[in-house]
């Protein structure tokens, strides 16, 4: 997925909820891989690093010197919008973070595949890791 496709999936998410743009924004993978039972992780921050988008679950925020915030899916749209020049970066979550021993921080980095939504939940979230159509 690119920025761009982020765009067009919380707009889609917009249209047929119109309540999802003050709805958090999350992060979803599959537990035991597809088919299994699902994990999701609350985004607190996003930051660009060279020319990719990256989602932070919350939690991890401090490793990249980010501010942990709540946003809600209309915030995340209006801040990709305004930043045309990154509708071509591809997006990725934060997966896991690792402290090293000199205290520095490595990250697994997993592309996102999908979108959802869940209106009991209220959220709009994004598949990454096993894709179901892997199954």
Do not use: C
């Not at 249209?15 to 537990?31: K, S």
């Amino acid at each position: 997925m690119h920025v761009s496709d982020v765009i067009d999936d919380i707009k889609a998410a917009f249209e047929q909820f119109p309540d999802a743009a003050r709805w958090r924004v999350g992060v979803a993978t599959y537990v035991d891989g597809p088919g299994s039972d699902i994990s999701v992780m609350y985004a607190a921050s996003y930051h660009v690093d060279g020319d990719g988008f990256f989602l932070v679950p919350e939690g991890m925020g401090e490793a990249f010197a980010l501010e942990e915030r709540p946003f809600t899916a209309r915030e995340l749209l209006d801040a990709l919008e305004a930043e045309a020049r990154w509708a071509g970066y591809a997006v990725h979550v934060r997966a896991e973070i690792v402290e090293l021993a000199d205290s520095s921080f490595a990250s697994r980095n997993l592309p996102l595949w999908g979108a959802g939504v869940h209106d009991e939940a209220e959220l709009v979230y994004f598949y990454y890791g096993a894709m179901a159509l892997e199954a």
